[in-house]
Every structure is written in structure tokens, then in C-alpha cells.
């Protein structure tokens, strides 16, 4: 029997009466548990990100840092967003594809539910997900995606779900190296009390705005003290809030933490007192005992009040051999010794921040010194009191010399070159160099030499694809799994616009159902390649019209194909019809 580690064990929550107001004692217990887990979680993600990394990246994205003061400046600051804009293009570049996935059931291949799984791909945007998701990591890494499926969309049928997570929402393990070997995970969102005690009914029953386990004295020792804050942010007022709710500090929301945790408990199945042998003697049997959480334990929290707590019931992977979580990581850099790994920020965030003090210190040098300045002799006899300078002003002087004007000398040039030079460094620190950018080199190059220099370039991009397509691989087979338990009645889906629509049926419950992701699908070079192949492999008679206009994207290809093909055909018909 496997040891209990005790930092990951939960004791288990008490059935409260309907009477009881408030947590009960195991309910605080559970809670403060919660606690010491997220403060694990939160210390490791600080040591190796920072204390307020996640927030920062936040304001460097939304350009909060360059908020500009009400009053004149000479000094006013330059904003140059090239690292921002280039991670922006890196994401649009790794997602720009939808993966292409084969499914089999009980060994034959199930070309119908491969269309309703695509059609449901489409419908529920998850390459945009998948999008937020990428870009987060571009800052963070990883970033996390949440599947999920919600049982009451498209009429009852349900629905699959995905979720790009805001990172500091995320809690993982922080002795985990990935998503497949932690040993717990807690998220936690945001609710007004209303939509809690919508989503969970009774359980929700005392839950209010504020309240936590330390409002509630803890029976054993009498004390109500806790570890972490139950400080909530503030969030946006609801229609029907009350007079006076708004200078509430901690706005009309409640934190809600979800916990997938693999907890090891085991239970008793039979009691066996003993046995007694021939001489008599009684032998000791050990009872048999089960996992109680084979799959992991889920737990959900709400102010120490334990809105759920069971078994985990997100279906198992079948490469994880303890249960699997739904959330999974984004890495978009190698992370070999922690979860967390170098975010590509970090590559170009120091030498843009130079370039845009040195812009800021060149424009202020500009206002402060590029001044024409006019020298008036002395015994000019104007009146320097009534010279204005103005556009076609007449002035008479009586001196030998008139006014002249003075223009300053010109910033040197370099001053402004190595600016430029720091921003190409950004550049191609995160992997957008001159040739991935589309500037040839010097002399007369063949397309065939520019297109592999081209791929030579794109090592960065190849890398990040190759990471992303084992979470393509886990969320795709999460997503699948998902249907196939909770998608129970046959549902109308529409693969792409005008295209017929095909159907989800029920996979019967001893099934044995596979799902298979073609890699090439979502690597964003051989999707470029394969694009700019096809037209050319079509023409020669290589592949079918339908497998050219599929690969390219075009809407209706099936009409299109068929239309082609029966083209085709009436062209041959009529070459052996034409008199020799």
C-alpha cells in the first residue's frame, strides 16, 4: 500500500445539517490545507518569475507603464512596442492552423465524428483560445488552457469548453517539472454570490461577500487565525447592488478555488477479523482495501465552505496512469530544472527599455536645444521689446548689419542609429531575423536559396511549435474524452460555413475509441509549405481537387471538388466523342 505524503493529504470534509450555519471544523481544516498548498505554489512561481512579474507583463502589454502626466514635459516618454508586437505575430504565427485529428472507434476509422469533432473545434473558437493561450506563454511560460464541458449549452446537449487562464490564477505544483507528474493543482475565479449559489444550490446556502474561516472560531483549539489573506480585489458593480455596496473594499465577489489533488487515502472494501488454522491458532488478515480517489480528488471552496468534494470526475488520459487534470501548460522555452522556464520576454525586454530612453533622451535634447535663436545688433535701432519674429514682419534698421539667425548644429547621426541597432537586437533575440522577416541578402538569390534560408531562420519558431504541439495532443484527447462521456445525445454540427452538417452520435459505453493527432497539422512551417505545395502538386494530376481546396482552407471545397471533377469528366467525355 502506498505511503500518504503528508503535505498533499486532505482530511475529509463533514456533512453539515441543514441547520448549520457557517463551515464546519473539517470544512476550516480543508480550507487552511488549501492555504499552505497555494502559498507552496505562489513562493515557487515568485523565486522563479518574481513577486510581481505576472502584473508587470500585464502593464508592459497594455502599455499602463507609459501613462503620460497632465502637465507639460520636456522629457515626454517614447513608447516603442517592437517586442510586443513581435511576440503578437509569433502567437498569430504558431496558431494559425487547426489541427487535424483522426478518431477510431473500436479499431475502424470514424470519419463522421471526425467531422462533428472538427465542426465542434470550429464552433467553439478554440483556435482563438489556444491564441490567448500562446501569447500569455510569451510573457509567463508557461501559460495554462482550462477544458471543461458545459451541460446545458446548445439546447441540453452540452458542450466542450477551453479556457486560456490568467496565470496568476494558477497554482501548480511547484516540485512538478509538467502537467503529467503533479501531484496537486488549485485554480481560482471570481463569482458574485448569486451565480455561486446558482452553480452549486444548497451547498452555497451561507456563503456570503467577505466571510472566511477566520469569521468562524475553530473548535479544537478555539483560535480563528489563518495563514493567507481572504482579501478579495475589487471587481466591477452589479445592476441591482445595493445603496452604499460601491464603497464596500472588496467589491460584490466571492473567491472560488477549484483543487485537483491526488490524494492516496485508501478505503476499507471487507473487514477480515482472522483465520484460525490447524493448531488452532487464529491468523491476522489484513482487509483489503481500495484507492478512494483512483482518478484523484476534487474539491471545491468557497469562503471554507466546501462546495464539493469527491472523486476527480474529469476523464483520465490514457498516458496518465493517477487521474489528469484539465488544465495544461503552454511552454514556449525549455523549462529543465522547474515548471516555470524563462519567459521570451526576458530576451529583448532589457535592450528595447534602452532604445526607448535613449529615443526619450534624443527628443527631449530636440525640444531643449533645436531652437533658432536671432542675434540683433545693438545699434540696429529695433526695439527688441516690438520684435516678434513673426512670419513676414517688417522691421527697419539703421546698422551697417541686419538680424541674423542662428540654427544649432545637427544631432549627430549615430545618435540616433543605435536606437535602431537595439530594436534589430530585440528582434532577433525572440527569432525574427532579417531573412524570417523577408529581407534578402545581398546578390542575385534564387527562390529556391531564399525559401531555405527562410526555414534555416525559423529554428525559434520550430522549437516553440514543437512544445506546442504536445498540448495540442493533450488538449485535443482531453476535449475528445470530454464528448465522448458527457456528449450523450446526437447533436447537428456544421463543419465550416455552407459546408452540410454532419452529426455527433453517442459512443456506446464499452467502446474503444481513439483519437490521433496529425502533428504536421499544427506545425507552422510544414502548414506554410504544404499551402504553397499544393497548387503546384494539383496542376500535375498528383492529388485530388478536394484534398487541394481542403488543404488550402476554401470554404465549400466539397461543392467545388465535385464541380471540378464532373469538369473533368466532361472534358475527357468529349475528347473521345471529337472525330479523328
Known amino acids: 500500500m502506498a505511503s500518504v505524503q503528508p503535505a498533499l493529504y486532505i482530511v475529509g470534509a463533514e456533512r453539515k445539517s441543514a441547520d448549520s450555519r457557517g463551515p464546519s471544523p473539517a470544512e476550516v481544516k480543508i480550507s487552511r490545507q488549501l492555504d499552505t498548498l497555494q502559498r507552496m505554489a505562489t513562493q515557487e512561481r515568485d523565486q522563479k518569475l518574481g513577486a510581481s512579474w505576472i502584473q508587470d507583463m500585464k502593464d508592459f502589454y497594455e502599455l499602463n507603464y507609459y501613462a503620460q502626466a497632465a502637465a507639460p514635459s520636456f522629457r515626454p516618454r517614447v513608447v516603442l512596442p517592437e517586442l510586443q508586437y513581435l511576440l503578437m505575430s509569433e502567437a498569430t504565427d504558431l496558431t494559425n492552423d487547426s489541427p487535424k485529428c483522426y478518431i477510431s472507434v473500436n479499431g475502424k476509422r470514424d470519419e463522421q465524428r471526425e467531422l462533428a469533432f472538427a465542426a465542434a473545434w470550429k464552433q467553439g473558437l478554440f483556435n482563438n483560445r489556444i491564441f490567448e493561450a500562446v501569447f500569455w506563454s510569451q510573457f509567463t511560460n508557461p501559460s495554462w488552457i482550462q477544458a471543461g464541458f458545459n451541460a446545458n449549452t446548445r439546447n441540453g446537449k452540452g458542450s466542450a469548453w477551453l479556457r486560456a487562464r490568467d496565470p496568476d490564477s494558477v497554482f501548480p505544483d511547484p516540485h512538478a517539472k509538467n502537467d503529467r507528474d503533479w501531484s496537486f493543482l488549485i485554480v481560482e475565479d471570481y463569482f458574485y454570490v448569486d451565480e455561486v449559489k446558482r452553480m452549486w444550490g444548497d451547498a452555497a446556502r451561507n456563503i456570503r461577500v467577505g466571510a472566511g474561516y477566520d469569521d468562524f472560531e475553530d473548535d479544537e483549539t478555539g483560535s480563528n487565525r489563518f495563514d493567507l489573506s481572504m482579501e478579495l480585489p475589487p471587481g466591477p458593480l452589479r445592476v441591482d447592488a445595493p445603496e452604499g455596496f460601491e464603497h464596500q473594499r472588496n467589491g460584490p465577489r466571492v473567491r472560488v478555488r477549484y483543487a485537483w489533488i491526488r490524494d492516496y487515502a485508501r478505503e476499507v472494501v471487507r473487514e477480515i477479523a482472522g483465520e484460525k488454522t490447524a493448531e488452532g491458532f487464529e491468523l491476522a488478515v489484513k482487509p483489503i482495501t481500495k484507492w478512494k480517489y483512483p482518478g484523484g480528488r476534487f474539491i471545491v471552496e468557497c469562503n471554507a465552505v466546501n462546495l464539493t468534494d469527491g472523486p476527480n470526475w474529469v476523464p483520465r488520459l490514457p498516458e496518465d496512469d493517477f487521474g489528469t487534470f484539465p488544465v495544461f501548460g503552454v511552454w514556449s522555452m525549455p523549462h529543465p530544472s522547474s515548471i516555470y522556464g524563462p519567459p521570451p520576454v526576458r530576451y529583448g525586454k532589457g535592450p528595447q527599455d534602452i532604445a526607448e530612453k535613449m529615443y526619450t533622451q534624443l527628443i527631449e535634447n530636440m525640444i531643449r536645444t533645436n531652437n533658432v535663436q536671432c542675434w540683433i545688433p545693438k545699434d540696429s535701432g529695433i526695439d527688441i521689446d516690438a520684435y516678434g519674429g513673426l512670419p513676414g514682419e517688417v522691421q527697419v534698421y539703421d546698422g551697417e548689419k541686419p538680424p541674423t539667425m542662428t540654427v544649432p548644429p545637427q544631432i549627430p547621426q549615430h545618435m540616433t542609429q543605435v536606437p535602431e541597432i537595439l530594436l534589430q537586437k530585440v528582434a532577433r533575440y525572440v ?50 474524452h470530454l464528448m465522448a462521456r458527457f456528449k450523450l445525445e446526437e447533436d447537428r454540427l456544421r463543419p465550416q460555413r455552407g459546408d452540410k452538417t454532419c452529426i455527433w452520435s453517442p459512443i456506446p459505453t464499452n467502446a474503444e475509441c481513439e483519437l490521433e493527432l496529425d502533428e504536421t497539422s499544427v506545425d507552422a512551417m510544414s502548414s506554410a509549405m504544404l499551402k504553397k505545395l499544393m497548387p503546384a502538386l494539383g496542376k500535375m494530376g498528383m492529388v485530388s481537387p478536394k484534398f487541394v481546396l481542403e488543404t488550402l482552407g476554401v470554404p465549400h471545397a466539397d461543392e467545388m471538388a465535385a464541380e471540378a471533377t464532373r469538369q473533368l469528366e466532361l472534358a475527357a467525355l468529349a475528347k473521345l466523342k471529337r472525330p479523328r
Not at 534578402?440 to 538569390?445: L, P
Not at 531564399?450 to 495540442?472: H, N, P
Open 431 to 480: 527569432g525574427f531575423t532579417p531573412e524570417r522577416q523577408g529581407q534578402a541578402g545581398d546578390g542575385n538569390i534564387s527562390t529556391e536559396l531564399f525559401d531555405a534560408t527562410v526555414f534555416q531562420s525559423q529554428s525559434i519558431l520550430r522549437m516553440k511549435a514543437r512544445f506546442l504541439a504536445e498540448t495540442y495532443q493533450r488538449v485535443t484527447l482531453m476535449l475528445f
